[in-house]
């Protein structure tokens, strides 16, 4: 045994006694012998660029600081060597698309974020058509869409699904399906899933499908790489599957479920609403969308280098909110490992329920004949002529007050009549339909009557065309008005029942009783003066 050989076989005996792999003193390039980086390392695959592992953590449950760290730089130095390799060869053959795909995707890994940028410019400039280097420029140069290309993905996915699975179970300890089941399990309770509907945003493969398959009596994928959907046909779990836009499909297929789930999906998506929206209208009243993204911060959405999103847990409750969901729970989670580090993320589950919020953004997107209709009432054209003959043409009062709201369908006639127009209803959804037809100056939600108590001698002009907003006590509901009504103030409303029991009513609180005026309905328009 020569005194190389020597040496060698000590090294290799002291670290055998002291518990630490065997060293590699083969001469090859040194690089771990268990574990993948992440992500970026299958990316890289697609790219031809061979993916470099970085040293295995110990056998015990916690990981050794110290190790991680040699780990992390072993691995920065191989990749390092591996750029400098490929910038010479395209240093020689500069217009080979292939060569710059493989630098850009080395240079994001290494975090070279402006040399990446320069280098998908260069790609794009050959290839117009490259929807990576289309998104990652502009990721990389602060001016990420609000979504991920469609082309992008689906080309993204498509060269990526023969190995999708073994290397993000096996490489990546890919924990998303599993997060996503127990959540949805903890959300529905004791529900019978005999009688539910289902869908598999983002399907892939078929990950998600035997977490879920058991928990619904139909199950449906969509996805927008046709190769990852003909992997999820193979499982034989799924009722339909579909090659398409998670968003387009929804909307196209209104509240067809009971339940809508994504596994690790929505990191595809910068803006969320769009896709909430479109996930509440695909669920009943009270279903279920269960999802998880990549942890971001704040009230706001980033892309990050990778051209991935990541989402705040603020952003996620104000979205939820503004969709109609409410949020039954929200909780960080590991989604699986990048270089021996867990990606963190929120898995979230969340019910299909009215909010103000949705209620708002419901009617902001509805057209003005859409919204006056919802704020008609049979006897408004009859109060509003009353009121255009008690106060005459070309006079106007100051103020004026629409009780309940109903009269919005005649409000340019109502400012011919005063300076200004108010409403108040005590239906919250109401008041929020006047206030988005913009047709009042003021719109209030609250009991009709408290409200007229707390505004003395304040209107000239007190109009209702409801008459169940006087019907349960008038007395009380007169003496409110009169309160409201300024000196000379007039009063015009609709009313049912007895005729003389309510006028007695008016005049009992110091109403001047008008007119009154049956209407062929069976109801009568009482007419009254401060």
């Known amino acids: 045994m020569n005194r190389k050989e020597r040496r060698t076989q000590k090294k290799l005996g002291d670290r055998s006694r002291a518990g630490l792999p065997k060293a590699d003193f083969s001469g090859g390039p040194l690089v771990a ?5 992440g992500i970026s390392d299958m990316l890289l695959g697609l790219g031809g660029v061979k993916a470099v592992a970085p040293a295995a953590a110990p056998a015990s449950d916690a990981i050794d600081p110290v190790h991680s760290a040699l780990a992390q730089l072993r691995l920065g130095e191989t990749l390092n060597t591996r750029l400098d390799q490929l910038q010479r060869a395209l240093a020689a053959n500069p217009d080979s698309d292939a060569l710059l795909h493989q630098v850009a995707r080395l240079q994001v890994r290494l975090d070279r974020r402006a040399d990446a940028l320069i280098t998908y410019r260069r790609l794009l400039a050959l290839r117009p058509d490259h929807a990576e280097s289309r998104h990652m420029v502009a990721v990389l140069a602060g001016e990420a869409p609000e979504k991920a290309n469609a082309a992008y993905v689906a080309s993204l996915f498509d060269a990526f699904a023969d190995s999708f699975d073994d290397k993000l179970v096996g490489w990546l300890d890919y924990r998303a399906p599993q997060h996503v089941a127990a959540a949805l399990r903890a959300a529905m309770g004791d529900a019978a899933a005999a009688s539910l509907r289902g869908i598999d945003l983002g399907c892939g493969t078929g990950l998600l499908g035997p977490e879920v398959r058991g928990l619904v009596r139909r199950l449906d994928g969509i996805d927008l790489s046709p190769r990852m ?4 046909k193979a499982r034989r779990l799924y009722d339909e599957l579909i090659v398409g836009e998670i968003v387009e499909v929804l909307q196209a297929r209104g509240d067809s479920y009971d339940l809508v789930m994504a596994a690790d999906v929505l990191s595809y998506f910068g803006d969320l609403r769009p896709l909430f929206e479109a996930a509440r209208a695909s669920l009943h009243e009270g279903g279920l969308f269960v999802a998880t993204v990549e942890k971001g911060a704040g009230a706001r959405y980033h892309a990050a280098k990778t051209g991935r999103y990541q989402h705040g847990e603020a952003y996620l409750r104000k979205r939820a909110a503004d969709a109609g969901f409410v949020v039954l729970s929200l909780d960080e989670i590991e989604l699986r490992k990048e270089e021996n580090r867990p990606v963190l993320g929120y898995v979230f589950a969340l019910r299909a329920q009215e909010t103000p919020e949705s209620q708002a953004a419901a009617l902001s997107a509805m057209p003005l004949d859409a919204i006056l209709a919802g704020l008609d009432a049979p006897a408004s054209g009859a109060v509003l002529a009353a009121a255009q003959r008690m106060i005459g043409n070309g006079y106007a009062l100051g103020w004026a007050i629409d009780l309940g709201g109903c009269l919005a369908r005649h409000a340019a006639d109502l400012r011919q009549l005063s300076q200004h127009l108010d409403m108040v209803a005590e239906d919250p959804l109401r008041s929020r339909r006047a206030f ?4 009042y100056d003021d719109c209030d939600s609250g009991a009709v ?11 000239d002009l007190i109009l209702m065309a409801d008459p169940r907003i006087a019907a349960a006590d008038p007395a009380a509901f007169f003496s409110a008005v009169k309160i409201a009504l300024a000196v000379a103030g007039i009063f015009v409303g609709a009313f049912t029942g007895d005729v003389a029991a309510m006028s007695e ?13 049956p209407q062929p309905d069976g109801s009568f328009l009482l007419i009254a003066e401060s």
Do not use: T
């Open 33 to 37: 012998k268990a574990g993948i980086g």
């Open 229 to 232: 959907v003909e992997k999820a």
């Open 436 to 439: 988005e037809a913009g047709l």
């Open 449 to 459: 009557i408290p409200f007229l108590e707390d505004r003395p001698d304040h209107y």
């Open 505 to 517: 009513a008016a005049k009992a609180e110091g109403l001047f009783v008008l007119a009154i005026e």
